[in-house]
């Protein structure tokens, strides 16, 4: 399918203190707390909170 539609098939690995810059200016963020979306499996999701200290874990 992204072939079919000239897609690319590989990202270029991001830079965790620029998204650390991003993520602490996201509207989703509670002071130190930030919620987000986990997707358990498909079509299935749901909202965890986790401290922003932790969020490197996810990235």
């Known amino acids: ?12 690995a991001a830079d965790k203190n620029e998204l650390l810059g991003s993520i602490a200016l996201d509207k989703k963020s509670d002071g130190d707390e930030l919620n987000i979306v986990v997707l358990s499996e498909i079509g299935n999701a749901f909202l965890k909170k986790i401290k922003k200290e ?6």
């Open 1 to 12: 399918l992204l072939n079919k539609y000239s897609l690319p098939l590989n990202a270029e």
């Open 54 to 59: 932790e969020i490197l874990r996810y990235l």
